[in-house]
């Protein structure tokens, strides 16, 4: 069970939501990372501390990384792993297991949500991280469904500022 909320944080946390790597395979991944730089370090500037990472494969893990290295400018941050379930990699590749656990080692904190996977798993991870968040940022192509939609409307709906990042295609 995650720890008690201090409501003062709330001003001053940030969560991410994003594609999964199958949504971002055609895009031009140096120009993502920059963006999500400059997000990141815009949040920062504006005085953002607490960054909560939902740690899934794509989007929020490259999210995660940049928030570690910035650290380095910015001792103050936090890095807030907010995970579903226990087994949240169960079927991921080598690669992504290893970027998990490199970024879940490095986070300040990490939440576990419920012991065991259950589908809904992942929606109360998003609802968590934004009823404790005063700024979305996001990796979003403007689809309507899926995990990344639901939690851009959650957001919308409980008055967060939103930075959205539309992916470019490599193509273009």
Aim: hydrophobic share 40%; aromatic share 10%.
């Amino acid at each position: 069970m995650p720890a008690p909320f201090d409501q003062s944080q709330k001003a001053h946390s940030a969560c991410f939501t994003g594609h999964r790597p199958r949504m971002l395979k055609n895009c031009r991944m140096d120009d993502l990372r920059l963006q999500l730089h400059l997000a990141i370090q815009e949040a920062i500037e504006a005085g953002y501390q607490y960054f909560y990472c939902g740690m899934a494969m794509g989007s929020d893990i490259i999210a995660g990384e940049l928030v570690v290295a910035l650290r380095e400018q910015f001792p103050e941050i936090r890095l807030i792993g907010v995970v579903p379930f226990h087994d949240q990699t169960n079927g991921w590749s080598k690669e992504w297991r290893l970027r998990y656990w490199r970024l879940r080692d490095a986070a300040d904190e990490v939440i576990t949500l419920m012991p065991v996977a259950i589908q809904e798993g992942y929606l109360v991870r998003d609802r968590y991280m934004v009823e404790h968040s005063s700024l979305l940022i996001g990796v979003y192509n403007g689809s309507i469904r899926g995990g990344t939609a639901y939690t851009v409307r959650y957001a919308r709906r409980n008055g967060l500022k939103i930075r959205l990042i539309t992916p470019v295609p490599a193509d273009s």
